[in-house]
């Protein structure tokens, strides 16, 4: 059982920057894939990015990619997502989730993924 818990949301303008955190409970934090997601009003939950349990490994919506960097620290349990040059559009719940995986493969469907935090609100001002 993993429990996970997001922070790091808030009100930013446009071309600001925001961290969220993810912060994982367990001991075995290494031996999970991790995936953000995000879900805007009236809208369908979507990827944003992954990362494989080592972090060598990373793959972003094409939406994000060159603006958002996901992370990870295995010593603090703990994954990252960087959000630099935010746009309105990028107004959204945002979500970590995770899945078991010690591979090198990282996932892109949330239907792959096994445990899900509560979210994190990030509001981008124009």
């Known amino acids: 059982q993993v429990q996970l818990v997001e922070s790091g949301g808030g009100l930013v303008q446009a071309g600001g920057s925001l961290r969220l955190s993810c912060a994982a409970s367990?001991?075995?934090?290494?031996?999970?894939?991790m995936g953000w997601f995000r879900q805007a009003p009236e809208k369908e939950r979507v990827f944003v990015a992954a990362i494989n349990w080592s972090g060598h490994s990373t793959y972003y919506a094409d939406s994000v990619k060159g603006r958002f960097t996901i992370s990870r620290d295995n010593a603090k349990n703990t994954v990252f997502l960087q959000l630099n040059s935010l746009k309105p559009e990028d107004t959204a719940v945002y979500y970590c989730?995770?899945?078991?995986?010690?591979?090198?493969?990282?996932?892109?469907?949330?239907?792959?993924?096994?445990?899900w935090g509560q979210g994190t609100q990030v509001t981008v001002s124009s």
């Open positions: 989730a995770a899945r078991y995986s010690s591979t090198y493969y990282y996932y892109l469907r949330d239907t792959e993924y096994n445990y």
């Open positions: 367990g001991r075995t934090f290494s031996s999970y894939a």
